[in-house]
């Protein structure tokens, strides 16, 4: 009996401390985990529709906003706000197009782009505008999605106006022709 109660003692002994191989095998278990969550959330991250609202030059020097979808996943954009008093400064036509924005299931394919043109050109932005950053509010979400995504950009003007104005391919071949035509005519 007593070998036995030995033995009993030795056993809860053994339990009681941990070797170096011990605190091993569960570092290593617990590296394994973290491991497979941040897997998981990556996962879970690279299926997430993302929607990038930026200013850009479209044709020549006129005022665009671009609502481009970078993601790997086909959005719908449910819903885009401009603020009202950068807008209020546009001309009417162009005025009431961005007010009236009846935006509400708008599908952007990844890769794709869609393009609001705001009808004015970034100089007179910069030399007859009281308010020279535009704010944008949109929510968007994956397709056939639940979950909305409610982000916002700011767009200042002031900050391109020294880089150099943007000319497109087309907007070059055309100057170009132009120029060809002048010359024709000269040389009649």
Not at 22 to 33: H, N, P, Y
Request: net charge negative.
């Amino acid at each position: 009996m007593e070998s036995k109660i030995d033995e009993l003692i030795k056993s809860i002994d053994r339990l009681n401390s941990f070797s170096w191989g011990d605190i091993i095998s569960l570092v290593a278990i617990i590296g394994s985990w973290i491991t497979i969550f941040i897997l998981l959330k990556d996962k879970h991250n690279e299926n997430r529709p993302y929607l990038q609202v930026t200013f850009e030059l479209v044709r020549f020097n006129l005022t665009c906003v671009v609502l481009r979808n970078v993601g790997k996943v086909p959005l719908v954009l449910t819903h885009i706000h401009y603020d009202e008093d950068f807008i209020n400064q546009l001309d009417e036509r162009d005025k009431k197009y961005l007010n009236d924005n009846t935006v509400n299931n708008l599908t952007i394919f990844p890769g794709k782009e869609w393009i609001v043109c705001l009808g004015v050109i970034v100089p007179d932005i910069l030399n007859n505008f009281e308010l020279k950053k535009l704010k944008v509010n949109y929510e968007y979400k994956k397709l056939n999605g639940i979950k909305t995504f409610k982000e916002n950009t700011e767009i200042d003007f002031e900050q391109y106006s020294r880089f150099l104005v943007y000319i497109s391919e087309i907007d070059e071949l055309k100057q170009v022709n132009e120029k060809i035509e002048r010359t024709s005519k000269n040389i009649e």
